[in-house]
């Protein structure tokens, strides 16, 4: 248990540290996600369930870029369901459903629901064609992290 709040602390540190980098808004997300896999692996996945919670709490309130902490609340549970999501038939299709749906779902309540101009202004800027380069891109990170959480933390 004082392993789980001692990587939640870390955890919060790295989220609060988005701002620094552009790029950190999703590396900093990844990094809370292998975290995550350690509390999981080490603690059990009730611990890791709470452990999500928190991070993912405590992100959205004290993390100054909101966009990063929305990822992480968004995707953050990644390495708890991904056992289950192995045992499947055709892992890797359900996998890339579950990050498709989710990340369109959360930047659609960014920008309409919770009304953030300024994604609606770059995703503008950028057009269609790059907006779905970078969700392409998007999916190569999300399973190239599904082979880092795979191989780093083997029983």
């Not at 800027?125 to 891109?137: C, D, H, Y």
Request: charged share 15%; aromatic share 12%; proline share 4%.
């Amino acid at each position: 248990m004082a392993l789980g709040g001692v990587l939640a602390a870390l955890a919060v540190v790295v989220m609060s540290l988005g701002t620094i980098i552009p790029v950190a808004t999703y590396v900093c997300p990844m990094i809370c996600m292998i975290l995550a896999q350690a509390v999981l692996k080490t603690c059990g996945t009730r611990v890791a369930w709470a452990w999500y919670g928190a991070v993912a709490l405590l992100s959205l309130m004290l993390a100054p870029d909101k966009e990063a902490a929305a990822v992480f609340a968004a995707l953050g549970y990644y390495p708890i369901v991904k056992p289950r999501l192995e045992k499947m038939k055709w892992p890797w299709l359900w996998k890339g459903l579950l990050f498709n749906a989710v990340i369109l779902a959360l930047y659609w309540l960014l920008i309409h629901l919770f009304g953030l101009d300024a994604l609606a202004e770059e995703f503008a800027e950028a057009g269609v064609v790059m907006t779905i380069v970078m969700l392409l891109l998007g999916n190569v990170i999300f399973f190239l992290l599904d082979k880092v959480l795979s191989k780093r933390f083997r029983r």
